[in-house]
């Protein structure tokens, strides 16, 4: 089945220590998001990355950090930086030249202890 | 810039009552629309979208929303309720981009949510 896997999907880590989150996609798109959500704040845009090797930040990078060397995958590093890194990520997929439908992994549940 | 406002942020109804969930967009240019569902922990599944076709959108699982110009709003609605509607609904609002020779990239920008209950 296609779709999108995201792992781990709960993560508990000390404060000040970096994780990645992983993300990876078998529907051959071509772009690749990751988004934060907090309750009652909807979904914020971390990073997108609209084709490989190539990506741009969204409107709450700081903190956060990408990386996209193939196709398949978007991993998201939350870095020591991020000030408030508790939350549930979510990594989505498009094709990038339709009409912005967004398909979206299971999401990861990062507590930061 | 665009934006998306959600009206009341949980809705409560009864189990066969009409479901209204509100959303207002703001967009300088005819945008691309969407309502998703998300259950507890699950990520977000697209329950339907409006692209410029028809004002009237008719989604998965019963539900409807209509596009209104004139009132920039994008309301989704179901004539009857049930038990398993009961989860969080996003709208989001994404601008075509005219690079991309007029799609869109997917930058869809969301609203805060609205939780569904329904009682029986």
């Known amino acids: 089945d296609g779709g999108i896997t995201q792992s781990p999907k709960y993560l508990f880590r000390k404060e000040g220590q970096n994780v990645t989150l992983s993300c990876e996609q078998n529907?051959?798109?071509?772009?690749m998001y990751w988004y934060r959500q907090d309750p009652g704040q909807g979904l914020r845009l971390i990073y997108y990355?609209?084709?490989?090797?190539?990506?741009q930040k969204g409107d709450i990078a700081e903190g956060y950090s990408v990386s996209r060397e193939k196709k398949e995958s978007f991993p998201l590093t939350v870095t020591s930086a991020q000030k408030n890194p508790t939350a549930f990520y979510l990594c989505?997929?498009?094709?990038?030249?339709?009409?912005?439908?967004?398909?979206f992994g299971e999401g990861s549940r990062l507590t930061v202890l | 810039a665009q934006s998306v406002t959600q009206l009341g942020s949980h809705v409560s109804v009864s189990e066969g009552a009409l479901v209204l969930l509100r959303c207002n967009y703001s967009?300088?240019?005819?945008?691309?629309l969407f309502w998703y569902v998300q259950y507890p922990n699950q990520g977000l599944q697209l329950l339907l979208k409006?692209?410029?076709?028809?004002?009237l959108v008719k989604g998965i699982n019963g539900f409807e929303a209509e596009f209104k110009k004139s009132e920039t709003s994008f309301h989704l609605t179901k004539p009857s309720a049930h038990m398993s509607d009961a989860a969080e609904y996003f709208c989001?609002?994404?601008?075509?981009?005219?690079?991309?020779?007029?799609?869109?990239?997917?930058?869809?920008?969301f609203g805060q949510g609205t939780i569904l209950t329904v009682h029986p």
């Open positions: 989505a997929s498009s094709q990038g030249r339709r009409t912005g439908e967004l398909f």
């Open positions: 529907l051959n798109h071509d772009a």
């Open positions: 990355s609209q084709i490989v090797n190539d990506f």
């Open positions: 967009s300088s240019v005819p945008p691309y």
């Open positions: 409006y692209t410029s076709a028809a004002t």
């Open positions: 989001a609002v994404s601008e075509p981009s005219p690079s991309a020779g007029g799609t869109s990239y997917g930058k869809l920008t």
